[in-house]
Antibody, heavy 121, light 107 residues
Framework: QVQLQESGPGLVKSSETLSLICTFS????????WNWIRKPAGKGLEWIGR???????DFNPSLESRVTMSVDTSKNQFTLRLTSVTAADTATYYC???????????????WGQGTLVTVSS | DIQLTQSPSTLSASVGDRVTITCRAS??????LAWYQHKPGKAPKLLIY???TLENGVPSRFGGSGSGTEFTLTIRSLQPDDFAIYSC?????????FGQGTKVEIK
């Protein structure tokens, strides 16, 4: 398993850009994607997108126009940027690893504890 | 997007009870389903993947079953540490989607 920790501002102004960093450590063997997932209060989890070590990405179409992700393997970090935020982007944001299990990607074996980001007007 | 509907939304149970949570998909997802446990302020924990495969280190009282559109998570004998929220997640078709969660609370 790996350990993941999210960091970044807990308060972002409406229309501005949310930026978060996930720092990882531990067992980095195997093939995996790094993911961002969020949970608005009172709602279910929402997958935001993923990035591979090569830098290739996939995003949720509902957020794709506003999302970028990057990875810096030398620093053991990957980042999320979400532009033009509104109150609807207020949520706890998690980073998570998706480990290849021999037949599929898609389940998240390691997660960070999450960081609450509030969008203020 | 594939919709996942969990039932019940809240479940009241006692230590030692057998608990079953259902997850229904809006279309077939074969067996590409995972179950997670989450508690406030803690990292969510993967319990089950590929519908029925127990993640390493997860107690054997947890079990998953189902395929196609209907899945269940069963906790054979509920322990104090099991009071939490449980979510299902499909990874058959992107975007990956989650159920709304089932809260297991103390009766």
């Amino acid at each position: 398993q790996v350990q993941l920790q999210e960091s970044g501002p807990g308060l972002v102004k409406s229309s501005e850009t949310l930026s978060l960093i996930c720092t990882f450590s531990g067992d980095l063997s195997g093939s995996f994607y790094w993911n961002w997932i969020r949970k608005p209060a009172g709602k279910g989890l929402e997958w935001i997108g993923r990035i591979y070590g090569s830098g290739s990405t996939d995003f949720n179409p509902s957020l794709e126009s506003r999302v970028t992700m990057s990875v810096d393997t030398s620093k053991n970090q990957f980042t999320l940027r979400l532009t033009s935020v509104t109150a609807a982007d207020t949520a706890t944001y998690y980073c998570a690893r998706d480990l290849w299990r021999g037949n599929s990607f898609g389940s998240f074996d390691s997660w960070g504890q999450g960081t609450l980001v509030t969008v203020s007007s | 997007d594939i919709q996942l509907t969990q039932s019940p939304s809240t479940l009241s149970a006692s230590v030692g009870d057998r608990v079953t949570i259902t997850c229904r998909a809006s279309q077939s997802i074969h067996n590409w389903l995972a179950w997670y446990q989450h508690k406030p302020g803690k990292a969510p924990k993967l319990l089950i993947y590929k519908a029925s495969t127990l993640e390493n280190g997860v107690p054997s009282r947890f079990g998953g079953s189902g395929s196609g559109t209907e899945f269940t998570l069963t906790i054979r004998s509920l322990q104090p540490d099991d009071f939490a929220i449980y979510s299902c997640q499909q990874y058959n078709v992107r975007p990956w989607t989650f159920g709304q969660g089932t809260k297991v609370e103390i009766k």
